[in-house]
Each structure stands twice: as C-alpha cells, then as structure tokens.
C-alpha cells in the first residue's frame, strides 16, 4: 500500500452553523406498526426524521453511535426534493444526552466545502430515473467511529466518488472543516477499476488497539469489468490524521458492517446478490480476509444490515453480536419488512436468537449500545396502508428503538 493521505488541517473546530440548542422532546411518540408482537411495552421507539420536516422530501440511510461520554448521535440522508438515491442531498444531524429519551433539533453538519460536480456513472437501473438537475449535489453514506478517546470521527461521500473525513471534540455540537481523504480510494484501482465508491452506510468502529475501520464498497458498472463490485475498509492508525486501503474483503458485496469478535478479529457481513447475508473474518480488520461464507440464520433482502457488538449483562457475560435486517430473502425492495434482531454468542459463526422489531413495511437500520447495555435501532419505517410507486413504503419516517437484552432474548431461539 502507499502511504498513507495526511489531514493535517484538522487542529481547529469550527462551528456548524449555531449551536444546538437545549435537549427537547422534539420527535414523534411512535405506535408500533402492522400486527403487534409479544411485549412491546417492552420496546421505546421515537420517530427522529420523518417525510416533509423542515421541508426535507425524504428522510433516508440511518446511522447511530454512542458517544465515550455516552452521547447518542443519530444521523441520516436528508433527500431534499425526492426519494431518490442522487439528488440534492445533505448530512442532518441529532443528538441525545439521555440515552435517546429527547433530541435535539436536526442540524446539517455536510457537506460545508466547495460543491461538486455530479457523478456520470450509475447503474444500467438509474440511467432513466429523474435523479435531480445538474446543479444538485449528493452527499450520501455517512458513518461515524465514537472513539473512546472521546473524539467522534465522521466520513462521508459526495456524488459517490469523492470521500471527507471530518472529527468533532465535543460530541458533535461542533465539526472540524472537512479534509478530502479521496485519495486513499485510488489504492484500490488495481483491484478494482471504480466508476463509484461509497462508505457503510452506518457507523465504523475502533478495535480494540485503536485502530478506526470504515468499510466501504467499490462498483465499476462496466459490463466488461473483471470486478464490478468489492466490499473492503479503510482503515486510520493514528486518530483519523490519515487512511489507508484495505484489501478486498468479499467480491461481489456492496453495503457493508464490521464488529470486533471476542478474539479481537473482524467480521464483515456484506449486502450481496445471494438470499444469505456474506460473512468474512481478518485478524486485524484490514488484509487476509477469510473465504466468504453465507450465514443461513441471516436472510438476505438486499437491504443495509447493523450489526453491534454488545458486552454482555449478567445472565450472559459477553462479549456478544447484535444484527439486523429485514427478515426475508424476497429481493425486490417492495418486500422490505419486518427489521429483526439477531443475537450471536460465538463472534457470528450462529445467530440462534432472533425477534421482529418493526413488523410491516421497514429497511435500513444501524444498532448501538448505551453504557447500560441498552440496545438503540435506528431504522426506517413505513405505514402498511401506504402504497407509493406501485409497493409497500418502507420510507416514511426514520425510527429509533430502546430494548433490552432480555427483551432479545424473549425471541425465538433455535438450537446450533
């Protein structure tokens, strides 16, 4: 690998618009949708980003860390004038100091530099959409690490071919300006010939020695191309100041997730085209990536999956993996339904504990883990009376989740 990009300019924060204000109970009470699921007293949930607030058309792609000094951060796509996946499109922004009782109100915290030019290159699928004017710009696929230093490090795209790192001293109340890490993507032209690249989407992690992963996805759409998509991580070994290219974890996956396992090596799990979730394992969360396996216990919907590690309580010392997705292996997106959780005891070689979250229509989400060991989701939701573009809408608002392990492990559970 070279060496490694520098983002010296990161020694001084400056403030993101005004400072937000004071912790409100600023968001929707939410109802639990389609048919009822034992014990839902037993599960929060606030609605954080809906359809129409602040006049955002759509509200898309969660993520959700827990701060060192126990801050949750929550964050998302704000799709300005349609649903689309390019379009002009902003980084929003809440933050909890109650453990996700009441927010604050949503601040857009990317992309303040210079506006960047739209990227050509998409799908064959995309090629017809209305995906915007040419003065729109997509900032998309946000990711945070909490460090437990207490810095929070954010990275995220713009026009899925640029990528910026960004740190905040303070939990997020202000950012430092955002330093372009584009380069490091370059690494991974040898590998593969990327037309788009995107981080997560999610939240990245620190391992135990300190290391920060971001995984990410690389796609060349050229029907010629030896690889057209590859999942991988960049990786930082001295605070974010700079990154580098892994190698490719899993050929074929696009929307990836890490955690560290007990042993201190990584597991992947990757969006793919099989009806199983792709798993792979690195000693050190960069190179040697394991032989790709497909995790029977973990339907794959063609959907972004969280995936947490927990420490465990006293009935179960951990650590432990939490992990969730839609619960179906149906592929178009209209059959997204059902965000489920899953628990594993043995790092993710099985998931035997599993129970719906959101029954009906739902899709992406991302998982952390308060300092009592209570569990957030963070997922979108839909209503299953409403219908758009001929399919269920999983889309309608953006949902945040307080359970338990011991609600969890009410599920069902199947022998290994």
Known sequence: MTLPKRCDRLLALVLIGSMIGALVGCGH????????????????????????????????IPGIVVTARGTVL??????RFSAADRGEIEIHLRRSTDGGRTWSAPQMIAHRGE????????????????????????????????????????????????????????????????????????????AVNWQSFATGPGHGIQLSNGRLLVPVWLADYRREATVRRAASVIFSDDGGHSWQAGELAITGGTESAVAERPDGSVLMSTRNPSQRRALAVSADGATHWSATRFADELPEAGCMAGLVRHPGDALEPGPLLLFSNPHTTQRPNRYRHNVSIKLSRDGGDTWPVH????????????????????????????????????????????????FSLDWLREGKEEAP
């Open 115 to 190: 506006r960047i030019s739209r990227n050509p290159y998409m799908p064959d699928a995309k090629l017809e959409k209305d995906l915007g004017g040419p003065e729109e710009q997509t900032v998309n696929n946000p990711m945070a690490i909490a460090d437990r230093d207490g810095t929070v490090h954010f990275v995220y795209c713009v026009e899925y071919r640029h990528a910026f790192y960004m740190r905040s001293d303070d939990d997020g109340l202000t950012w430092s300006e955002p330093c372009d890490i584009t380069a490091t993507f370059e690494d991974f032209r040898p």
């Open 29 to 60: 009470s939410a109802s639990v949708t389609g048919p009822p699921s034992p014990d839902t007293a037993a599960v929060e949930k606030i609605d954080l980003f809906w359809q129409g607030m602040d006049d955002v058309h759509t509200y898309r």
């Open 74 to 79: 929550a964050y998302c796509e704000a799709r």
């Open 355 to 402: 129970r719906v979250l959101e029954p009906g229509p739902s899709a992406y989400s991302d998982l952390a883990v308060l300092p009592d060991g209570t569990i957030l989701c963070f997922y979108e939701s839909g209503d299953p009376e409403v219908v758009r573009r001929g399919r269920d809408w999983a889309y309608a608002r953006l949902r945040l989740a307080r």
